[in-house]
């Protein structure tokens, strides 16, 4: 019989490819979606039909609890939660709630159905923070530098209770940036790409951006839920650092892509204060070598071909207007 999965945050980069792969591999996916939120399920596209969607709230525990017993999941993914991070300063509480709330009722929520399940927790590498050594691995002390951080951190850590008290399969997967031509505009690589391809087809001029010399350690996110699916079937729930493990400046990364569509970046970029940031972290960098011995989980696509993906697509859809340039979204923001 087919497994069943059960993903939250579905409707998210993530949730896409992660729905993707559990259908080729013949699962039956099941995916949670806010009540106020059922519009953004035509971000899944043609696998939409293929997912039975349960609308609830996530804070309702009784209605999470009552999900779980009637899906009887044998995976559970919690991807659910606000990804941009500068976003959690406005709004540290419901930050909080969102992540660790979430988790916490979903764990709960497997617990009182007495259920089996395997599960897996996004974790993020911002968890790591301010870091004194690099490349960082699963042994690599948490120090958090932000309201986003910190709940991921708690929400991790729950897991981890949940794990050692009741003998669970849970893992936490702390992964590093992980992009696709699926990310919103706000994410750098996505902005990035957005503007190569709007200056080269004539639709914006310019290019404004926060500090050029940040940096990360940027995969793709196909690879990187491969990832967690492999820490779900493995024999023991361990948790793993998953990136690329290089680091790349946002200068390279605006220069890549740019290269893709032929432009001298120089010529486009301005610095505006308005997107530094204060609590920024520059050599976070995965030491996946864990993921690779036991998991057999390697990257398959590079920094170079990420972007000429990213940037391929958004040519693409500019040309047939399914997105709006980089100055349209500059003049409505
Ligand atoms: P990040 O992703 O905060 O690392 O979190 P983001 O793409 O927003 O920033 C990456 C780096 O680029 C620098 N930067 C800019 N960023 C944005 N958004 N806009 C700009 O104009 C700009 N200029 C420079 C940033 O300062 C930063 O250093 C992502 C999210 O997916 C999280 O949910 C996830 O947990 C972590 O990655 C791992």
Not at 46 to 54: D, K, T, Y
Not at 63 to 79: D, F, M
Not at 156 to 164: A, G, I, K, Y
Not at 233 to 241: G, K, L, R, S, W
Request: glycine share 6%; hydrophobic share 40%.
């Amino acid at each position: 019989m087919a497994k069943t999965a059960l993903i939250t945050g579905i409707t998210g980069q993530d949730g896409y490819y992660l729905s993707r792969l559990l259908l080729e591999r013949g699962y039956r996916v099941a995916g949670l979606v806010p009540l106020h939120r059922q519009s953004s399920l035509a971000k899944l596209g043609s696998l939409a039909s293929q997912i039975e969607v349960c609308a609830v709230d996530m804070r309702d525990s009784a209605a999470l609890l009552a999900v779980v017993e009637q899906l009887q999941p044998q995976e559970i993914y919690n991807l659910a939660a606000p990804s941009f991070v500068p976003d959690s300063w406005q709004d540290p509480l419901g930050t909080l709630d969102l992540v660790t709330g979430t988790a916490t009722r979903l764990l709960e929520a497997v617990r009182l159905a007495g259920l089996n399940t395997r599960f897996y927790q996004a974790s993020s590498s911002e968890m790591f923070g301010q870091v004194d050594r690099s490349p960082q691995d699963e042994n690599t002390p948490f120090r958090p530098m932000n309201p986003y951080a910190a709940a991921k951190l708690h929400a991790h850590w729950t897991m981890v209770h949940h794990r050692q008290r009741y003998g669970w399969f849970a893992c936490s997967g702390i992964l590093y940036n992980h992009e696709s031509p699926r990310r919103p505009p706000n994410f750098v690589t996505r902005k990035v790409s957005l503007a190569a391809a709007s200056i080269k087809l004539g639709l914006s001029d310019r290019l404004e951006m926060g500090n050029l010399d940040a940096k990360r350690d940027w995969g793709y996110a196909g690879d990187h839920v491969e990832a967690m699916w492999r820490m779900l079937q493995a024999d023991e729930p361990e948790d793993y650092v998953i990136g690329t493990g290089q680091l790349h400046s946002v200068r390279e990364l605006v220069a890549t892509a740019f290269e893709c569509v032929g432009l001298d970046w120089t010529r486009y970029v301005v610095v505006d204060p308005k997107f530094l940031r204060s609590d920024e972290h520059f050599y976070l960098v995965a030491n996946p070598e864990k993921a690779k011995r036991q998991l057999n989980w390697e990257p398959q696509v590079s920094f170079e071909g990420l972007l000429e993906k990213m940037v391929l697509k958004d040519l693409e859809r500019l040309q047939s207007a399914e997105v709006p340039s980089i100055a349209q979204i500059e003049q409505n923001s």
